[in-house]
């Protein structure tokens, strides 16, 4: 059973930096492609960005393409979240999931705000 915790979120002005970390307990991630989703209050869950095994592949969502980028580093265990120039409207909960297991971490809060 693969349990994601995700850590590193908090409260930062307009145009500041995050780094959002999500490892696992129970299981290694090296072997899954892993996601970032956010939920905005109000709002549907939508994805920002996922990696692939490797790191080779990644993608990101066009409201955070430049300003986002995800990595992976296997020998840790964790998937990271780099955030720059963060806007107000990046203010959501932030979710890691694997898509083979259909698991979800429990969130970690980001707020964007002056």
């Known amino acids: 059973q693969l349990q994601l915790v995700e850590s590193g979120g908090g409260l930062v002005q307009p145009g500041g930096s995050l780094t959002l970390s999500c490892t696992s307990s129970g299981s290694s991630l090296a072997d899954y492609a892993i996601g970032w989703f956010r939920q905005a209050p109000g709002k549907g869950r939508e994805g920002v960005s996922c990696i692939g095994t490797s790191g080779a592949i990644r993608v990101n969502a066009d409201s955070v393409k430049g300003r986002f980028t995800i990595s992976r580093d296997n020998a840790k265990n964790t998937v990271y979240l780099q955030m720059n120039s963060l806007k107000p409207e990046d203010t959501a909960v932030y979710y890691c999931?694997?898509?083979?297991?259909?698991?979800w971490g429990q969130g970690t809060q980001v707020t964007v705000s002056s």
């Open positions: 999931y694997v898509g083979r297991l259909r698991s």
